[in-house]
């Protein structure tokens, strides 16, 4: 029987206690986990008003160059429709949300087509989206104007995401009296020769914040392109997604 064994054992743990002593024992260190923030997302349901049967789903994804924006809607009539941002809810609609008081009639750019060497006219003026033959638009980008729950002058939370049911010229800040708004409007619509009923889609000029497509039915009918957009179609509210 080898009686060396236990005292070997004896021998190493006394070494291992040596050591301790001497070095303090310092502890392993502990790997610390951790996790990369999650982007914040809201989201703006969309449904009709006044019976147009528009829906449609807005997703707005906050990132590091500021708000990722994927609006998609449904029912509606093929052609061009403005969108803007509002104020107040879906059953009481307020103005435009406005924040940057840039004067009225200042000429200038949808947020569509914004960057920080070229502003938009206002932050709450979007741009158009197309709708397809079949119903269906969808219009996608990215803007650093915006942000979710940041700065109230840019924070889109809360505000309303606001579709119309024609195309916007978007070539003006809109916010005016209504005798300045009419006296714009008119001559917009003789500057660019525009007929105010329904016109047949031929060669044409897009205006500022039109979304890049082509026209494969050249006699598909649809809705004219009016200062501001016309009626309101569909409405949502931006809330943030928990």
Known sequence: MDTRKPYSHIALITLIITICLTTGCEKIPT?????????????????????????????FTEVDSGVHVRIEIQNAIPGL??????????????PHWHPMGIPAGTPGIPVVQATFDTPPIGIGEIGNILVNEDGTGTLEFTTPFWSLGDDPNTDILGKLLLIHETADTFLTQPHAHQMQMDTNMENMEMDMNMEMDTQMVQPHEHPPGTPPHSHANTSATVPPIQPGGGAKIGCGMITLIK
Do not use: W
């Not at 429709?81 to 009481?92: E, F, I, V």
């Open 31 to 59: 790997e610390i986990i951790t996790t990369e923030p999650v982007d914040q997302v809201a989201v703006a349901t969309i449904s009709e008003i006044n019976g147009s049967g528009v829906t449609g789903t807005a997703i």
């Open 81 to 94: 429709h403005a969108m803007h941002l509002h104020t107040g809810s879906c059953t009481d609609i307020g």
